[in-house]
């Protein structure tokens, strides 16, 4: 069964950096896609970015080009996302999903709260 | 870019419920999916490749459509049924995105 574990909540002030981590097991880490979603209060879901762990060469929805760096380590299975210059906008839920070619994204991560506050 | 519709949808348990989801471009290849999404917890994959039901999905739930028009009916709403509908395109990192949502209330 493959199972994806984030890292817990985390409050932050304006301006600052978050790493989310989102450990994988019983599936394949380094040819699986992890792809990272956020939704905001009162929002939808918003795909951020993706790696694929085997090609290391993450990818970005435009609108996150310049703050998300989504990494990967493949000795412990686990995915990075760390957002940068962060503001009250950024305050969301934050999941890292399993993308499987035409079968979508099948697992998910619990999410992780993110809160950015003064 | 992917629009929803409606945005909110109030039915009674029982009833059928028919959401759309419309593509500005072509979907390539069906990689369309639809997620259930309930407060507190991630959104649940139902529906991949635009019509397949994904493992443990009760067969109430259907998906349709291909090329830039597709529905999701659920054909008799159980009380676990009301929430918050998404359809996605996704398999390649340039053009994954979700649509706005369409919200299944109880009438």
């Known amino acids: 069964q493959v199972h994806l574990v984030q890292s817990g909540a985390e409050v932050k002030s304006p301006g600052s950096s978050v790493k989310v981590s989102c450990k994988t097991s019983?599936?394949?880490?380094?040819?699986?896609?992890i792809t990272w979603v956020r939704q905001a209060p009162g929002q939808g879901l918003e795909w951020m970015g993706g790696?694929?762990?085997?090609?290391?060469?993450?990818d970005y929805a435009e609108k996150f080009q310049d703050r998300v760096t989504i990494s990967a380590d493949d000795s412990t299975s686990t995915v990075y996302m760390e957002m940068s210059s962060l503001t009250s906008d950024d305050t969301a839920v934050y999941y890292c999903?399993?993308?499987?070619?035409?079968?979508?994204?099948?697992?998910w991560g619990q999410g992780t709260l993110v809160t950015v506050s003064s | 870019v992917l629009t929803q519709s409606p945005d909110t949808l109030s039915l009674s348990p029982g009833e059928r419920a028919t959401l759309s989801c419309r593509a500005s471009?072509?979907?390539?290849?069906?990689?369309l999916g639809w997620y259930q999404h309930k407060p507190g917890q991630p959104p649940r994959l139902l529906i991949y490749?635009?019509?397949n039901r994904a493992t443990g999905i009760p067969d109430r739930f259907t998906g349709n459509g291909s090329g830039t028009d597709f529905t999701l009916t659920i054909s008799r709403l159980e009380p676990e049924d009301f929430a918050v509908y998404y359809c996605?395109?996704?398999?390649?990192?340039?053009?994954?995105?979700f649509g706005q949502g369409t919200k299944v209330e109880i009438k």
């Open positions: 999903a399993r993308e499987q070619t035409f079968f979508g994204l099948d697992f």
């Open positions: 019983g599936s394949t880490f380094s040819t699986s896609t």
């Open positions: 790696i694929i762990p085997m090609f290391g060469k993450p």
């Open positions: 471009g072509t979907v390539a290849s069906s990689y």
């Open positions: 490749g635009a019509s």
């Open positions: 996605q395109q996704y398999g390649s990192f340039s053009q994954n995105t």
